[in-house]
């Protein structure tokens, strides 16, 4: 089982690039790296997800190495509404192993 | 398409009463999940299913139960609710699972305070 440990908290400030590292030490061969984005008072929503080297859509892009123990998730140019939490995740392709998500990383985005 | 939707919202439950939380997905998803997650916490795993009829335990399932009787609903049940379940609840479902991983879809939650 996969454990994750990415930053408590991060500051930042509009216009700016804000990359957040996830270790994983323990991933597996079959595992998946997500990352997922959570505003008060509602629910995780995934923003993107990738198994290895580089995956970028619309809103971020994610960065594995070779060796999969750690993932940057980079929001490129944020601003004020990108405040929130982020959370990293190892995904495995077998159900029931979604079992912990971690604390999660606060991003502040200032003005 | 209203995605995973959860009834009530919020609730207020003296201890040792009993209650169920809905959750219901309209994207013919076969995988349902529930989650509890604390202040300053992130999500933990309750219990899941991976079709209709069938449950399992999750990471912190004592306490709590489940059924999945109809693909698209998925219930989480106290039977003598106590002040330590006090959180927010969210459900969340995936289409299935196997090589490709697949991305969970969550409720926007269900408040649930026991006095």
């Known amino acids: 089982l996969a454990k994750t440990t990415q930053p408590i908290s991060m500051d930042s400030y509009e216009g700016q690039e804000v990359n957040i590292t996830c270790s994983h030490n323990?991933?597996?061969?079959?595992?998946?790296i997500t990352w997922y984005q959570q505003f008060p008072s509602q629910g995780p929503r995934f923003i993107i997800q990738?198994?290895?080297t580089k995956v970028t859509n619309e809103v971020a892009s994610l960065f594995i190495p070779a060796d999969r123990k750690s993932s940057t998730l980079s929001l490129p140019r944020v601003s004020l509404s990108d405040t929130a939490v982020y959370y990293c995740?190892?995904?495995?392709?077998?159900?029931?192993?979604?079992?912990?998500f971690g604390g999660g990383t606060r991003v502040l985005v200032k003005p | 398409n209203a995605g995973v939707t959860q009834t009530p919202k919020f609730r207020v439950l003296k201890t040792g009463q009993s209650m169920t939380l809905l959750c219901a997905q309209d994207?013919?998803?076969?995988?349902m999940y529930w989650y509890r997650q604390d202040p300053g916490m992130g999500l933990r795993l309750i219990h899941y299913?991976?079709?209709?009829?069938?449950?399992a335990k999750g990471e912190v399932p004592d306490g709590y139960n489940v059924s999945r009787l109809k693909k698209q609903n998925f219930l989480l049940g106290l039977e003598s609710a106590a002040p330590s379940q006090t959180s927010v609840y969210f459900c969340?479902?995936?289409?299935?699972?196997?090589?490709?991983?697949?991305?969970?879809?969550f409720g926007d939650g269900t408040r649930l305070s026991i006095l």
């Open positions: 969340a479902s995936t289409p299935n699972v196997g090589q490709g991983g697949q991305p969970q879809h």
């Open positions: 990738g198994y290895k």
């Open positions: 323990n991933i597996a061969t079959n595992d998946y």
């Open positions: 299913s991976v079709g209709e009829g069938t449950t």
């Open positions: 995740l190892v995904e495995s392709g077998a159900a029931g192993n979604k079992l912990t």
């Open positions: 994207m013919n998803h076969e995988y």
